[in-house]
């Protein structure tokens, strides 16, 4: 399982076979270098997409830890985490279109809460769009239940968010 922000972005941290595909896929440290497809995936998923500048921020920010997977030179997901002292949050969590329903959320969502209990983190915290049923049951698979609303918070779509919540 990997460690904590060691910056060798060439390592692989882990991988997982794609049971549609075959193929291997690969989790390593978003790097500088990832942006533009990372970017483009982004654009191409979300309404709102984070600029590059936002995902600049996350890369240099100690407490923020950014992954993607590969498929060879491929960026198929990616995640944007913060590891802070004694809490976990989910910031951004994307796969492909191309790649969804073959269990990459699930393994990554498996590896970061495996890292927080390696870490003694005990709770993860993260927000959702009430409308995004898939990312609300991949949440409620982990254990995540929902503990508050944030009234409006996707302002321009006037959409609510839910705030989940699970103990490690
Ligand atoms: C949500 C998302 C990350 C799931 O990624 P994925 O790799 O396809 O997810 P998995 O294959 O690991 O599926 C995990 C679980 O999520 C749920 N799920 C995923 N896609 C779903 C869908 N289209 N409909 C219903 N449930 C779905 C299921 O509970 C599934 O478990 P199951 O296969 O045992 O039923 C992906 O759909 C995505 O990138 N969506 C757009 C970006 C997004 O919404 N990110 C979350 C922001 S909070």
């Given at each position: 399982m990997m460690a904590l922000k060691h910056l060798n972005f060439?390592?692989?941290?882990?991988?997982?076979?794609d049971p549609v595909t075959g193929r291997m896929l690969e989790m390593r440290y978003m790097s500088l270098?990832?942006?533009?497809?990372?970017?483009?995936?982004?654009?191409?998923?979300?309404?709102?997409?984070w600029?590059?500048?936002?995902?600049?921020?996350?890369?240099?920010?100690p407490y923020s830890h950014s992954f993607t997977v590969r498929d060879r030179k491929v960026?198929?997901?990616y995640a944007v985490t913060w590891f802070l002292d004694e809490e976990f949050?989910?910031?951004?969590?994307?796969?492909?279109?191309?790649?969804?329903?073959?269990?990459?959320a699930t393994w990554m969502m498996t590896e970061f809460l495996q890292m927080c209990r390696k870490t003694g983190i005990n709770i993860a915290h993260l927000e959702v769009r009430r409308s995004n049923t898939s990312a609300?049951?991949?949440?409620?698979?982990?254990?995540f239940s929902v503990t508050g609303v944030?009234?409006?918070y996707y302002e321009s779509e006037h959409e609510d968010a839910l705030m989940m919540s699970c103990k490690l």
């Open positions: 060439a390592a692989t941290l882990c991988t997982f076979k270098d990832d942006l533009d497809q990372v970017c483009l995936l982004e654009e191409k998923i979300f309404p709102n997409p600029p590059l500048n936002a995902f600049m921020s996350e890369l240099m920010a960026v198929a997901a949050h989910l910031s951004n969590i994307a796969v492909d279109g191309a790649y969804r329903r073959h269990g990459i609300v049951k991949l949440y409620q698979k982990f254990g944030r009234k409006n």
